[in-house]
């Protein structure tokens, strides 16, 4: 019985913790609630999880009404993997907040934050678990709204600008997808996902459909921050405080992509998406444009978070173009990378919030001798940044690989290169930055390691880096069962 | 094509097009809030006409009629326009922090003053104009 509920139970949990958060006499009380709603969250997607694997898809019709009607929420192979890494990296994230939080925002504003960041954490699991279309434009404003706050709280005024351009961009995508969806509805009469799928054929052929399409992907693409409109994003991440921009960085975009994937294939379908429209030339091109642009950009940033938010845009491209290719190894390397992309940037941006609380600052030049002065964060830093490039044995490596193999088995050979330069120019900015953390310090410089509630965490996530790139049940196993489940006989 | 007929899209289109006019072109970050507003008040009016059924009455059950207009776009953009307010509030809100922060709501001279910020020591994070989003 309560297994039925529990989808909803995701959602719901930590949308009622928010507000209670507020209420919380002290900023220590409403981090606790946080992290306890955050882990309730994630032990609920690990059983999903779990179900889904043994049983197959769990739907849950809200107040009863069964669909059309009402709204579901559906559980398959593709959203459980999704939600099992948003909850986990919040929670993770959540467990280095409160002393990095304690240092870049006041006490007073702290129950906001939590308050905030518990908004945002509902809102990307609504949009993962719903079926229904409008529903999802719903929950993607939930999370969009709360982020631009959480991001607006960073110590630099820089975050406020950052955050109304983000707050610009992200509202006309947005605006975009209800576009898309009122399309659907207007030629289907139906909002349900499963049910807009059964009647669009009926339809497909129009220039509504058409534009549907177009709305719908290039809203997400605001979201995804899909080259070329992924202009929000550096600054973004760059000036919200430290664990927001691990927790954004690692899901946001995430669920953004799951949501235009569960678009492209569960409703329009791979026949219109990729046969009848041009859909994988176009975003072949964008994915490499970003692969290659981004990546060289990154090269030359000084600031450090800037570097791996140029980064992310970088990976994102990845991501794209296992859709692009939209074959099921395509679509399996592109679900892995979402995953294992979570991982290691949640570990780089973990790394550098013990960087910012120990020396205050992640311009490249300051972190001279780093790896004297404060040898965990370097090591969780190293692992989690060749994990970015793609060294075997780590995360990266198994879904830059499947990538590779799935660009070859398309004939993309031409892709494949440009995927393994791509790597050649992460290995260059990630390596100008070891570089340096790696040179003798300052002759004063004193060994100032940060704490072990900041370290733990960055740790847990570079471990997994490791564990992921050896042990790849769960992330490429699942990977493939979703690819499977999305595109059913095409392969 | 009957445009006429379509009087409805034909609003919509101009109130969306005049909407992302304002927010691309307008430097004043309150004015692109506007914009933004004018933006998806577009939407609503879509969703708002797509709901029309021809010769439908309104959808209060009573004696005498059989044909509805749909209600159910119409609940949707509720839940739209509650999102849009909420998008407003949020945008005038940080507008008013950027104005304390840098005394200006013009994007020109916020930029200017953000690239000052560069030989600033007490700005600890680095150059906002680098890259290729400058």
């Avoid at chain 1, 969009?144 to 600008?161: F, N, P, Q």
């Avoid at chain 1, 970015?388 to 044995?393: A, E, K, R, Y």
């Avoid at chain 2, 009016?45 to 439908?56: A, E, R």
């Avoid at chain 2, 005038?92 to 690239?115: Q, V």
């Amino acid at each position: 019985m309560i297994d039925e509920q529990l989808s909803v139970l995701a959602v719901v949990a930590p949308l009622l913790a928010a507000p209670l958060c507020v209420l919380m006499p002290r900023a220590r009380w409403s981090w606790l609630l946080a992290l306890v709603a955050s882990v309730a969250c994630f032990a609920i997607s690990v059983r999903l999880f779990v179900l889904v694997q043994s049983d197959g898809m769990i739907v849950t019709p809200l107040g009863g009404w069964a669909a059309p009607w009402g709204i579901e929420y559906r559980v398959d192979p593709v959203n459980s993997l999704v939600m099992l890494i948003v909850s986990g990296i919040s929670s993770v994230c959540l467990l280095s907040a409160r002393l990095s939080i304690n240092k870049e925002i006041d006490s007073s504003r702290q129950p906001l934050f939590y308050t905030a960041w518990l908004l945002c954490l509902s809102g990307l699991i609504g949009m993962t678990v719903t079926g229904d279309a409008f529903n999802l434009f719903v929950f993607l404003e939930i999370s969009s709204l709360s982020s631009y706050v959480l991001i607006a709280m960073g110590r630099d005024r820089r975050a406020l600008t950052a955050s109304f351009q983000y707050l610009v961009m992200g509202t006309i995508g947005a605006t975009f997808i209800i576009i898309g969806v009122g399309f659907l509805y207007l030629a289907t009469g139906s909002l349900n996902m499963a049910d807009i799928a059964v009647r669009l054929p009926d339809t497909i052929a129009t220039r509504t459909m058409e534009s549907a399409l177009a709305f719908l992907t290039v809203g997400m693409g605001l979201k995804i921050a899909m080259f070329p409109l992924h202009l929000w994003l550096p600054n973004a991440y760059a000036y919200a405080p430290s664990v927001v921009s691990a927790f954004i960085a690692a899901t946001a975009t995430k669920v953004a992509l799951y949501a235009l994937i569960r678009f492209l294939f569960t409703i329009f379908g791979y026949q219109f998406s990729f046969v009848e429209m041009p859909l994988s030339a176009i975003l072949a091109v964008l994915a490499v444009a970003a692969v290659l642009v981004a990546s060289t950009v990154a090269i030359f940033e000084r600031d450090i978070k800037r570097m791996l938010a140029y980064s992310s845009v970088a990976q994102i491209g990845y991501m794209l173009l296992g859709i692009a290719i939209a074959s099921q190894a395509g679509v399996t390397a592109s679900i892995a990378h979402i995953f294992n992309h979570a991982l290691m940037k949640g570990a780089l941006f973990l790394a550098l919030a013990c960087v910012v609380y120990q020396i205050g600052s992640v311009m490249r030049d300051d972190l001279t001798g780093l790896s004297r002065r404060m040898p965990w964060t370097f090591g969780a830093f190293t692992i989690a940044s060749l994990s970015l490039i793609g060294m075997p044995l780590t995360a990266g490596f198994t879904s830059k690989w499947l990538l590779v193999q799935a660009a070859l088995a398309a004939g993309w050979w031409m892709i494949a290169l440009l995927v393994l330069i791509g790597s050649l120019l992460a290995v260059v900015y990630i390596w100008r930055v070891i570089e340096i953390m790696i040179r003798p310090p300052a002759e004063n410089a004193p060994r100032q390691e940060a704490p072990l509630s900041l370290l733990a965490p960055a740790w847990i996530l570079a471990l997994a880096n490791i564990y992921f790139g050896i042990f790849t049940g769960i992330n490429i196993g699942s990977a493939k069962a979703a690819a499977i489940w999305l595109l059913g006989g095409v392969s | 094509m009957d445009i006429l007929g379509h009087l409805n899209y034909w609003v919509v289109v101009f109130l969306m097009m005049t909407g992302f006019y304002v927010v691309i072109a307008s430097g004043n970050l309150v004015k692109k809030v506007v914009g933004l507003n004018l933006f998806q008040a577009s939407v609503f009016i879509l969703y708002i006409s797509m709901g029309v059924v021809t010769g439908g009455e309104p959808p209060i059950l009573r004696d005498g009629t059989d044909v509805y207009s749909n209600p159910l776009p119409h609940v949707l953009i509720l839940t739209a326009i509650v999102v849009g307010v909420a998008t407003t509030a949020l945008g005038l809100a940080l507008a008013i922090r950027i104005k304390e922060a840098y005394g200006s709501l013009e994007e020109d001279e916020i930029h200017l003053k953000e690239t000052e910020g560069l030989n600033d020591t007490s700005n600890h994070s680095g150059e906002s104009a680098g890259g290729i989003d400058g």
